[in-house]
Every structure is written in structure tokens, then in C-alpha cells.
């Protein structure tokens, strides 16, 4: 994979465009906050399977990267290399609070944490962040006291192959984030893509350390040490600033203003009273309340508010639950004439969640205008791709549901017909492709409580 990599960089140095492997060019990005911070992943990166091995090799390949350098930091008493090997550790970390979120998000909700385990990521960010703290500290502490007590430099040359080696491992990242964001339409991870890049930058830095060094200035790899422990300083800042904000429930305006334009597409809404969001580890949540004409039959409304829900889930790829308040009332009254209310599962089992070498995605029961649905969402486009739903029945019958590609949506196929009641089976998916198949054994059962 790193080699292809390698072979790719210098195409991508030019700004040639990627595809998703299929042959689509995606141009518009539905996806909250482009923003790049170290230590912790915006989580519309976690939407998709490509995003989550993304990271992952980011992780790998700069955990490599750093080991190469430690080696040569422990041999040299290089301060410069030490700082940038902290820098390469920080990038690194930002796979931690992924990692560690992906292993408890998937446990169900509890008495306790009825929410599920989202804020656990956000805690990870805070451990993470401190780290980051504590390795510019150990960083700045040592160029300061290089610059007072001077220490001679050996093993210059494998210094400078150290640092070229860190804008290597720096620069496949780049290209890695920056490929897989475009297939996967993640601005967000193009963004930290076109970071990595910067930051291989810095690692040259400590080659000109060297080079000043070896040119008779003692003092130039102290110093270099002591501008990347500023950079990482930033980093501190940055990472410690986005992690807050997350921790109280803070979201990229952008991202409100985007769920603002989905509702905003259904015809019969006069206006957007209220838009709310936060985030729950990778999950968003979100909450709308539109103003409706005041004659409108509770059940066109009803209609609304669904169809509302369809444009935020086809907008957000990040969208987990939409709780969607249709109102018909003047605001300045108060007086309200009717009120429709739609959340993300209304009743229906929990959404089977699923990773295959086709595509991932989600497979739920939905309400539609039609009666209930069940719809799959596919966390990219696939060519020809079927999907049919074989449910094993209490009598031995099995009931068979083929899921058909929703009109303008390649990424959702929906049953032409309901499910049987109940909603509690066992079932499987399959799933066909370019001569493969899959089959995904999964099970539905109905919320406590709810009967038919």
C-alpha cells in the first residue's frame, strides 16, 4: 500500500482530482467542521469504513515513524529530532480516542447511560491532550537547557536521514488522508490530508538543524527544537480548544447551518423555528422544530416531518437520531394548532450496524408516507450492488424483502413492502457486487414496551 502511495505523491502534489474507485468524482461535501486538530478525530471521518482505515494506517505509518526516529534521538542527543519525534507521536495519538470510542460505542445503552458510551471519545481527547502537554514540556525543557549547556551533536548525517525519513512518513499520510477524503467525500479529512503535509515540513527543519550544525553552529539544533516545541504548543491549544468545546455540546456553525438547508428543502415549511445539535462520540444528534401553515391536516404534517428527517439523514452521513417538531401556531401567540413529532427510530428495533468487504452501512426500519420501510444506507456508492433482507419466521417461512435503490440516493436502497409483524426475527442481509457476496447474520428485536 505505501509504495502505491509513494508512486501517487507526486500526482497528488498537483491537485489531480480522485475517484471512489468506481468511477465517481464527488464534489460536494456534506460534512461539519474541516478543521485539523491533533489528538483528536472529527468525527464525520468515523462515518465510514475507508475513513476509519484511513486513520488507522495514519496511525501506523507515523508510529513507524517515529520509532526510526527515536532510535536515532536516543544515539545523537539531538533536541530538534526529539521535538519533531514528539510532533510524530502527537499526529499518531489521534487514532487513540477513535480506537477507544469504536470499542464502546458499540455496547448498548444502559438504566445508567441511557446515551450509550459516546462521551467516553471526548475523555480520551482530555488524556490525550494532556500527553501532548507533558511531551512539549519534557521537549521545551530540553532545548532550553541545550541552549544554556551546550552538549556536542554526533551522528549528524543519520540526523538528517532521520528528518528526511519523518517528511516521508508525514507526506504518505498526507496523500493517504488526502485520497481516501476525496473517495469518501470527507473535507474534514482532506483538511488534516493538507496538514500532514505541512507538518513533513517541519521534520525538514531538523535536517537544516543538522546542516547548521555541521556547518559550525552548535546552537542551530537547539533552536530548531525549540520552534517545533512551540508548534507543538499549538497543537496544545488547538486540540485542548476543540475537545472542550465538543465536552459542552459545542458544534460547527456549519454544521447547524447545514441542517438548517436540509429542512429547508421540504416544501410545506413556512419557516425553521429551532436547530440543535451535539455530539454523542461519532453520533449526532439533532433536533428541528418548523412552522407549518395553520390549515394543514395533522397528517400532511406528519408527512413533513418525515420527509424532513430524510433530507438530514441524505445531508449529515454523521446523523444518528433526528427528533423533528412539526408546529402549526404563530409564533408571537404561542398558540399552537397542531404538533407532529418523528424521532430516529420511532418505535422500531435498533438499526443493525455493519462492516463488510462490499461497503458498510446501516440497516433499520424506518416509517415512511407509505407505511414502515425497511431502508439500508451505504457509506459509499457501489456499482450494481443488491441488497435483499431474508427474515426466518417463527413457522419456518421465510419472508424475503428485496431492497431497491432510492430514486436520486445512491446511497440508500429501501423495501417496496413492510416487514411482518412482530419486528422481532432473526434474519440475515445479503449482499452482491462485482461477482462477490456477503451474508450478514443480524438480529431485530422490538423497544420495551412496545406491542402490535
Known amino acids: 500500500m505505501s509504495g502505491k502511495l509513494i508512486l501517487d505523491t507526486a500526482r497528488d502534489w498537483f491537485g489531480f482530482s480522485s475517484n471512489d474507485g468506481d468511477g ?184 537544516g538543524g543538522a546542516l547548521g550544525v555541521w556547518l559550525g553552529f552548535p546552537l542551530a539544533d537547539p533552536i530548531i527544537g525549540l520552534l517545533i516545541t512551540i508548534a507543538i504548543f499549538g497543537i496544545v491549544w488547538q486540540s485542548a480548544r476543540s475537545v472542550l468545546t465538543r465536552m459542552l455540546d459545542g458544534v460547527d456553525p456549519a454544521l447547524v447551518g447545514e441542517i438548517r438547508h436540509a429542512a429547508e428543502h421540504v416544501s410545506g415549511v413556512r419557516s425553521i423555528l429551532d436547530v440543535k445539535a451535539r455530539w454523542l462520540g461519532h453520533r449526532l444528534h439533532a433536533d428541528v422544530t418548523v412552522l407549518v401553515d395553520d390549515a394543514l391536516p395533522v397528517a400532511e404534517a406528519d408527512r413533513i416531518g418525515g420527509k424532513i428527517k430524510q433530507e438530514m439523514f441524505a445531508h449529515i452521513p454523521a446523523l444518528a437520531v433526528a427528533n423533528v417538531r412539526v408546529r402549526s401556531s404563530d409564533p408571537g401567540t404561542g398558540e399552537e394548532v397542531l404538533e407532529g413529532h418523528h424521532d430516529g427510530h420511532h418505535h422500531a428495533p435498533e438499526p443493525f450496524r455493519f462492516e463488510s468487504p462490499i461497503v458498510g452501512g446501516l440497516l433499520e426500519i424506518i416509517d415512511t408516507p407509505d407505511g414502515e420501510r425497511i431502508r439500508l444506507s451505504v457509506e459509499r456508492p457501489v456499482k450494481r450492488m443488491t441488497a435483499t433482507v431474508s427474515i426466518n419466521r417463527p413457522d419456518g417461512k421465510v419472508e424475503a424483502l428485496t431492497l431497491t435503490p432510492v430514486v436520486g440516493n445512491d446511497l440508500q436502497f429501501i423495501s417496496l413492502a413492510a416487514p411482518a409483524e412482530p419486528h422481532k426475527f432473526e434474519a440475515r442481509l445479503y449482499l452482491q457486487a462485482s461477482g462477490r457476496e456477503d451474508i450478514l447474520p443480524f438480529r431485530m428485536t422490538e423497544p420495551r414496551g412496545h406491542s402490535h
Open 24 to 207: 465517481n468524482v464527488h464534489g460536494h461535501a456534506h460534512d461539519g467542521p474541516h478543521g485539523h486538530t491533533h489528538g483528536v478525530i472529527n468525527p464525520t471521518i468515523a462515518t465510514t469504513a475507508r475513513g476509519i482505515w484511513a486513520i488507522k494506517w495514519s496511525f501506523v505509518i507515523l508510529a513507524i515513524t517515529a520509532a526510526l526516529q527515536i532510535v536515532v534521538v536516543l544515539a545523537s542527543s539531538s533536541v530538534a529530532l526529539l521535538a519533531d519525534t514528539i510532533h510524530n507521536v502527537a499526529d499518531a495519538t489521534t487514532a487513540i480516542p477513535l480506537w477507544v470510542a469504536f470499542v464502546l460505542v458499540r455496547r448498548k445503552p444502559t438504566a445508567t447511560f441511557t446515551y450509550g458510551y459516546g462521551r467516553v471519545e471526548d475523555l480520551a481527547g482530555i488524556a490525550i491532550v494532556l500527553i501532548i502537554l507533558f511531551s512539549a514540556l519534557v521537549a521545551g525543557y530540553e532545548a532550553i537547557d541545550r541552549l544554556i549547556h551546550p552538549l556536542p551533536i554526533t551522528l549528524l548525517g543519520w540526523v538528517a536521514v532521520a528528518g528526511v525519513t519523518g517528511f516521508i512518513g508525514n507526506e504518505i499520510v498526507a496523500v493517504l488522508r488526502i485520497r481516501v477524503g476525496r473517495e469518501i467525500n470527507s473535507a474534514a479529512l482532506i483538511a488534516d490530508g493538507y496538514h500532514a503535509r505541512t507538518d513533513g515540513l517541519t521534520s525538514l527543519a531538523v535536517v
